[in-house]
C-alpha cells in the first residue's frame, strides 16, 4: 500500500521561502511520478509541480520540484511567496508515466499540508 505523508507548511511571510517535502512509502517509489497540487477554501486543486524519472515540470517559476531516492522523499521548494499560494498543498504518486497536471492521472494522496502566506 503506498503511503504519502506531506510536511513543512506553515505560516510565512510574504517573499519568504517554504519547503515542502512529501514522504512515500510501500512502493518502488524512485520510479514513480510525484505531483504538487493545491487547493484554496472554495476552489478547486490546481497543478503546481511535477517530477518523474526523467523531467520535472512546474507551472511557477518560483517553484521547484526536486527527488531525494535514498529518503523516498520529494521536495517542493516555493521562493518569493505570495498571499495568493496561500492553500493546503498535497502530493500524489501515480505507478506509471509521467508527471501529469491532472488530479485524475494519480492514484495515490497525502492528506495535505497547510501554507499561509500573509501580507
Known amino acids: 500500500q503506498v503511503q504519502l505523508v506531506e510536511s513543512g507548511g506553515g505560516l510565512v511571510q510574504a517573499g519568504g521561502s517554504l519547503t515542502l517535502s512529501c514522504a512515500t512509502s510501500g512502493g518502488t517509489f524512485s520510479r514513480y511520478a510525484v505531483g504538487w497540487f493545491r487547493q484554496a477554501p472554495g476552489t478547486a486543486r490546481e497543478f503546481v509541480a511535477s517530477?518523474?524519472?526523467s523531467e520535472s515540470n512546474s507551472v511557477k517559476g518560483r517553484f521547484t520540484c526536486f527527488r531525494d531516492a535514498a529518503k523516498n522523499t520529494v521536495y517542493l521548494q516555493m521562493n518569493s511567496l505570495e498571499p495568493e499560494d496561500t492553500a493546503v498543498y498535497y502530493c500524489a504518486t501515480r505507478r506509471y508515466g509521467l508527471g501529469d497536471s491532472s488530479t485524475t492521472a494519480y492514484s495515490y494522496w497525502g492528506q495535505g499540508t497547510q501554507v499561509t502566506v500573509s501580507s
Open positions: 517530477i518523474s524519472w
